[in-house]
Structure formats: structure tokens, C-alpha cells
């Protein structure tokens, strides 16, 4: 019995594959609220050819395939050497932040994440919604701070090292010297502060479809999205995201923050070079 040869691409496959792509670049844009999207997402489901096709284009452009689903419309990430890809300065010059201010812009980036998703399960749990505040974001952090200066000032570690140096370790110390609030002349938080930093934070993820503003108590409060998790579980092999977790302040829903030992004390300890979530 003959096989029969697989239908040739054309070129409204082609563009019908772009097509999909682009609206997964459109992180907003949900599939139950657009009908073409949710055709093409169907068709990438039950059509193989068509799929490979889409991850071909994907690829093309540095992208990464996270997840195609009803849920999440087509998520990718964008890959080190994409044009798409979101670097710690740009995102910085966005921010007129300095150097030094640029590792606490990574720094606060890092915390939204693991607050939102502290445990495995949560990461793994496709019907978890993590929920998160600038305030408790901020107390997050600074309780970090303190467990890393109890730690250091046990084993008589310097404590005071330059502002400029590298590291996360070094930013976390940099976060701690920093004002949580302040204020302009019109009571407006300032964009220097912690609080303001982690602001600029979560509006970046929120207009990138990462995060849904949900209130004004604790200084905003936010939940996550589908598209978040997908982009969490990404960087949640990375050697920050791992230190700060063992570090072992453990969120609650609430967006608030708790302190309890960690499970390990030895894989508390910080790399020296540790990444933030960006690409450098």
C-alpha cells in the first residue's frame, strides 16, 4: 500500500505560521478573546506539519517554544542572541537606572518570581496563581538581606563590601542600604527607592502580560498569569533563583513574606557570580 506524501507547504502556510507567532509575541492578547488566534492555536494542535512549521519560525527568530495551549495562547521566551530579547540594560536604560542600580532592578525581578512561586508544586501546578505586593516584595528582600548579614557576621565575613562590586550577594547589601519609600516634593514615591524599583517592576510585567494588577493595598497588588509561570519555570534552574529560595524566606499568598530556616543550610550558601534574570 502506497504512503501517501505529506501535502507541500505553501505560502499561506507560511504566513499562517508567522501569523501564529506573532500573536504569541502579543502577550496580552488571549486566544478566547480572538478567533483567528484560537483557530490557528487548534490547527497547531491537530495539525503536525503545521506545527513543526511554526516552531520552524519561531526558532528563526530566537524564540523558544514554551507552551501552545488554550490557556497561554503560544508563549515563548526569547533566546540569548534574539532580537527579542529583554537585556538587564536596556531594561535598565528604560528605568534611567546606573550601574549599580541596575542589580537591584535584576534583584527585584528575581524576588517578584520566587514570591509568586516558592515551591516546586506551585511552579509545576498549571492552576496556581501566585499573588504578589510591592511592599511585600520589598520585605521580602530585606529579610534576605538581614539572614545573609547574620550569616556573614557569624563567620566573620566583611559585611561592608563596595557598592560596585559584582555579584548578587553584593546587590543584596546595595538593597539594604537603599530607602524603601522616599518621596518627592509631591509625595510620589521615588523611582530610586526599593519600593519604586520593584514598582517599575511589576508595571514592566504587567504591560508584558506577565503579571494583572489587581489592587492598591501594600502598594499594588498583583497576580500572575499563565505566561508567567511557563516564564519562571524557564529561570528556575538558575543559580540565583535557587540561592534565594534556599536562603529560606518562604512566601505566603498574600503577597506578604515569613522567615523560617532553610531545609539545607550548606545550599544556602551564595555563588560568587551568581545570574540575575536577564540576559547580560
Not at 181 to 188: E, H, L, N, P, Y
Request: charged content about 25%; hydrophobic content about 40%; aromatic content about 6%.
Amino acid at each position: 500500500m502506497a504512503v501517501k506524501a505529506a501535502a507541500p507547504v505553501t505560502p499561506a502556510d507560511a504566513a499562517d505560521a508567522a501569523r501564529l507567532v506573532a500573536f504569541g509575541l502579543q502577550p496580552k492578547l488571549q486566544p478566547s478573546r480572538d478567533q483567528e488566534y484560537a483557530d490557528l492555536l487548534r490547527r497547531y494542535r491537530e495539525d503536525p506539519a503545521f506545527a513543526r512549521l511554526a516552531d520552524a519560525v519561531a526558532t528563526g527568530l530566537g524564540l523558544v517554544v514554551l507552551e501552545v495551549s488554550p490557556r497561554a495562547g503560544m508563549a515563548v521566551t526569547a533566546a540569548e542572541d534574539s532580537v527579542f530579547a529583554v537585556r538587564m540594560g536596556d531594561y535598565a536604560r528604560r528605568t534611567s537606572a546606573d550601574g549599580t542600580d541596575r542589580f537591584l532592578h535584576g534583584l527585584a525581578h528575581l524576588a517578584v518570581a520566587a514570591l509568586a512561586f516558592p515551591r516546586p508544586e506551585d511552579l509545576a501546578d498549571d492552576g496556581y496563581i501566585g499573588r504578589v505586593s510591592v511592599n511585600g516584595v520589598d520585605a521580602f528582600v530585606r529579610q534576605a538581606c538581614r539572614k545573609l548579614e547574620e550569616r556573614a557576621e557569624e563567620t566573620g565575613e566583611n559585611t561592608d563590601p563596595a557598592t560596585d562590586a559584582p555579584g548578587l550577594e553584593a546587590a543584596w547589601r546595595i538593597w539594604a542600604r537603599r530607602s524603601s519609600t522616599g518621596a518627592t516634593k509631591d509625595t510620589r514615591r521615588l523611582a530610586s527607592s526599593t519600593t519604586g524599583i520593584i514598582g517599575k517592576a511589576v508595571a514592566f510585567l504587567t504591560d508584558s502580560g506577565f503579571l494583572q494588577r489587581t489592587g492598591d493595598d501594600g502598594g499594588g497588588t498583583y497576580r500572575t498569569t499563565a505566561r508567567y509561570q511557563l516564564q519562571v519555570r524557564d529561570m528556575a534552574g538558575t543559580a540565583a533563583m535557587g540561592e534565594l529560595l534556599d536562603l529560606g524566606v518562604v512566601p505566603v499568598t498574600d503577597g506578604t513574606a515569613s522567615l523560617v530556616p532553610p531545609m539545607d543550610e550548606e545550599a544556602a550558601e551564595l555563588a560568587a557570580d551568581a545570574g540575575l534574570p536577564f540576559h547580560s
